[in-house]
């Protein structure tokens, strides 16, 4: 099946940027999303591209999407404690039925330290 | 707006017993997604609803089901549960068509 893949864990300093890589295997894949999770609770958006985007800026929010190598990031300028979750980088790709299917990353685990 | 809701949001059951979760979505949404969340597999579709019917299903056994009523509420049921039922069960909804798709805070099944 297709394939999400994210490194598991990333550690910064408060007010440094914070980049957290994703790869992905589908090439149909029409959108890229970006989720937050904190401690027991739900999946937040925080962000998508659309796939024939390459980059997509929201805030201290940048998405960069290269489509060639199947490589989406997602750089937090000015990172801050309350960053600290897990991050979950998603893909959509249309289903026989017309809808679409989400496959997800496992998550990388943000830890923002003074 | 409220937001997606799930009940209830903490369960233990008992091997072999049957369970059933349930998911209001946002006003207005129609669609409703399932998502099972388990530290060693991750986040993994389960199913997801659009008025009333089943429009995907992920790769799991008949011993999940779900249904969505006329007013968009959703109901997943899971029978003969297994040790590796226990997960946080996600909800999410959506307006049709839309490419956003918003979260419930989950609840947290425990089989024992």
């Known amino acids: 099946g297709e394939d999400v893949e994210q490194s598991l864990f990333l550690s910064v300093r408060e007010g440094d940027s914070s980049v957290i890589n994703c790869t992905y295997t589908?090439?149909?894949?029409?959108?890229l999303y970006w989720y937050k999770q904190e401690p027991g609770a739900g999946l937040q958006l925080l962000t998508y591209i659309f796939s024939n985007m390459d980059m997509k800026q929201d805030q201290r929010l940048t998405v960069l999407l290269n489509k060639k190598d199947k490589h989406l990031s997602l750089r937090i300028a000015d990172t801050q404690t309350g960053d600290s979750a897990i991050y979950f980088c998603a893909e959509k790709s249309q289903a026989s039925g017309g809808s679409y299917i989400p496959t997800f990353g496992r998550g990388t685990s943000l830890i923002v330290h003074p | 707006k409220a937001g997606v809701t799930q009940t209830p949001r903490y369960l233990i059951k008992t091997r072999g017993q049957q369970v059933t979760l349930s998911c209001s979505p946002i006003s207005g949404h129609r669609s409703v997604s399932w998502y099972q969340q388990t530290p060693g597999q991750g986040l993994q579709f389960l199913f997801e609803?659009?008025?009333?019917?089943?429009?995907n299903k992920g790769n799991f056994p008949g011993r999940f089901s779900g249904r969505q009523f006329s007013n968009s509420r959703s109901e997943m049921n899971v029978s003969t549960l297994e040790l590796g039922d226990s997960a946080l069960y996600l909800c999410a909804s959506s307006l049709a068509g839309a490419v956003e798709q918003y979260f419930g805070p989950g609840t947290r099944l425990t089989v024992t």
């Open positions: 589908d090439s149909s894949s029409t959108y």
């Open positions: 609803y659009f008025s009333e019917t089943q429009r």
